[in-house]
């Protein structure tokens, strides 16, 4: 079995591991009389007394933390994980390559008060956002207007011009769900560059998508428009962006100096990592589970998304400690640059081999490595009720929500040809405190939690793999 091969080069922690392994091969629900809920404490028992999870997340992150797409460490991070699935005894191991955007954040990220005397000059933390031009050498220098939407600037356009425009406007604290609070704050991230620029604004400084409160800035993807010139985007921290709007209602004109050097190379080759269990009955039919490998620069993307990577890992190898032999193909697919491109998403879903195949379901945790607390699922109603009838199962992990809803970035291409998707669901309140930033470190994962959504997904693929899904159309008819 897997520990026994040689030169991998994986630590002590994961050999252990293994070996522990060796001597719990169980036999899984097999044959007709198949008892789901013995398999269900199985899958829990095998994980959790491990925690497999978290040494192959702990190994992603200290070999490969800055994971942006075309960087070094995202190449480790493609070659890491198929070493792991390899030495985990995955099938068909590989790489599929992919062309990514390749943004490299700069030496100096900078943004202090000038207060005409350097002594009184006060710094803010901030950071680029990715895919920004650069500033000038000497950084820019302009007066603040401070919006809180794309109307509020629209009305204030000639006030704006010159100026660094501050999108200022939280995530709404007063949403129960925290992505929907993201949702309805982002495109200040995503377009307030274009915005900015549109008014004759010199820079855009966006509050950063959090709901904390620290001295920690939150990058994330910014675009620009053809025809709209380039200004530079950057986020700053919140507890700043407070402090910078009270000096503003003090002092309307006084002034700030943005510097960063950011920069955007050609295209680079990298590629999505591939390892299964091959279906005895139907090979051909494949259930995908899968996170994405890259993340932002800042931290290790711990939570987002080597979280997601390595539970995809450790639920096909929960499966293969459990002695199953699933009749579909369960594959773990490690995605490239959901980050700042999806380009390994869109790539896989056309890839020349998929046309011998036929994905049967998808499914992608990518809302950090938290309590699982159950499955969103991205297909018609028909398909909702279907995969309700496993809930007594998945009530049996805590994980009994199931509900109509997306599956994931790096799974839309493949699910948008009609596959059916699937989202871990976990609980959220903390997930924006880390994404994006310097706070996505191994220590805001739980190890229980980790391998908890692990095991979640493996009885999903497990499921689905053995019983499959009723034909059907999977998308609601859009209503007229
Ligand atoms: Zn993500």
């Known amino acids: 079995m897997?520990?026994?091969?040689?030169?991998?080069?994986?630590?002590?922690?994961?050999?252990?591991?293994?070996?522990?392994?060796?001597?719990?091969?169980?036999?899984?629900?097999?044959?007709?009389?198949?008892?789901?809920?013995?398999?269900?404490?199985?899958?829990?028992?095998?994980?959790?007394?491990?925690?497999?999870?978290?040494?192959?997340?702990?190994?992603?992150?200290?070999?490969?933390?800055?994971?942006?797409?075309?960087?070094?460490?995202?190449?480790?991070?493609?070659?890491?994980?198929?070493?792991?699935?390899?030495?985990?005894?995955?099938?068909?191991?590989?790489?599929?390559?992919?062309?990514?955007?390749?943004?490299?954040?700069?030496?100096?990220?900078?943004?202090?008060?000038?207060?005409?005397?350097?002594?009184?000059?006060?710094?803010?933390?901030?950071?680029?956002?990715g895919g920004s031009v650069p500033t000038p050498k000497n950084g820019i220098t302009a007066e603040v207007i401070e919006v809180h939407s794309f109307e509020e600037l629209a009305e204030k356009a000639d006030e704006a011009r010159g100026k660094i425009v501050f999108f200022n406007r939280p995530m709404d604290p007063a949403k129960l769900h925290t992505f929907e609070a993201?949702?309805?704050?982002?495109?200040?991230?995503?377009?307030?560059?274009?915005?900015?620029?549109?008014?004759?604004?010199?820079?855009?400084?966006?509050?950063?998508?959090?709901?904390?409160?620290?001295?920690?800035?939150?990058?994330?993807?910014?675009?620009?428009?053809?025809?709209?010139?380039?200004?530079?985007g950057s986020a700053i921290s919140t507890n700043d962006a407070d402090t910078l709007s009270m000096l503003l209602k003090r002092n309307p004109h006084l002034k700030l100096r943005l510097t960063f050097d950011c920069?955007?190379?050609?295209?680079?080759?990298?590629?999505?990592?591939?390892?299964?269990?091959?279906?005895?009955?139907?090979?051909?039919?494949?259930?995908?589970?899968?996170?994405?490998?890259?993340?932002?620069?800042?931290?290790?993307?711990?939570?987002?998304?080597?979280?997601?990577?390595?539970?995809?890992?450790?639920?096909?190898?929960?499966?293969?400690?459990?002695?199953?032999?699933?009749?579909?193909?369960?594959?773990?697919?490690?995605?490239?640059n959901e980050e700042n491109g999806t380009r390994g998403g869109k790539a896989y879903a056309v890839a020349p081999q998929r046309s011998s195949e036929h994905h049967v379901a998808a499914l992608e945790s990518d809302r950090g490595g938290f309590a699982p607390l159950g499955l969103s699922v991205q297909g018609d109603s028909a398909l909702v009720a279907h995969v309700q009838q496993w809930r007594p199962l998945f009530e049996q992990l805590g994980t009994g929500r199931?509900?109509?809803?997306?599956?994931?970035?790096?799974?839309?291409?493949?699910?948008?040809?009609?596959?059916?998707?699937?989202?871990?669901?976990?609980?959220?309140?903390?997930?924006f405190d880390y994404h994006h930033s310097g706070n996505d470190t191994l220590d805001k994962v739980h190890p229980r939690e980790l391998e908890m959504g692990a095991i979640v997904e493996a009885l999903l693929c497990y499921l689905i793999a053995e019983e499959g899904l009723p034909p059907g159309t999977f998308h609601e008819t859009p209503s007229q």
């Open 2 to 129: 897997a520990a026994k091969r040689k030169g991998t080069g994986l630590s002590l922690a994961m050999a252990i591991a293994l070996f522990s392994m060796q001597a719990s091969v169980v036999l899984a629900a097999e044959g007709p009389e198949r008892n789901y809920d013995v398999f269900v404490q199985k899958l829990v028992e095998a994980g959790l007394k491990n925690n497999a999870a978290y040494q192959l997340l702990s190994e992603l992150v200290a070999r490969a933390p800055h994971r942006l797409s075309g960087s070094a460490d995202a190449r480790k991070a493609v070659e890491l994980t198929a070493k792991m699935m390899d030495s985990l005894g995955f099938q068909q191991v590989h790489a599929e390559t992919v062309m990514v955007p390749h943004w490299v954040r700069g030496q100096q990220e900078s943004a202090v008060i000038v207060q005409g005397d350097t002594r009184r000059d006060r710094s803010l933390a901030i950071c680029a956002l």
């Open 402 to 431: 199931i509900e109509k809803g997306s599956g994931g970035v790096d799974i839309s291409p493949i699910v948008a040809t009609g596959v059916p998707g699937f989202g871990l669901m976990v609980e959220d309140y903390r997930y």
């Open 263 to 336: 920069e955007t190379l050609p295209e680079a080759p990298s590629a999505n990592v591939a390892g299964q269990i091959t279906g005895v009955e139907k090979p051909d039919e494949v259930v995908v589970v899968g996170g994405h490998l890259d993340c932002w620069d800042k931290g290790q993307g711990a939570h987002d998304d080597a979280s997601g990577c390595v539970q995809a890992i450790e639920a096909v190898r929960l499966l293969k400690e459990l002695g199953v032999k699933p009749r579909r193909t369960i594959r773990a697919v490690m995605f490239m």
């Open 182 to 232: 993201y949702g309805g704050a982002v495109h200040q991230r995503a377009t307030g560059a274009i915005r900015a620029a549109e008014v004759g604004g010199v820079a855009a400084l966006v509050r950063s998508m959090t709901l904390a409160h620290d001295r920690v800035p939150h990058t994330g993807v910014m675009g620009y428009q053809e025809g709209i010139v380039k200004v530079p």
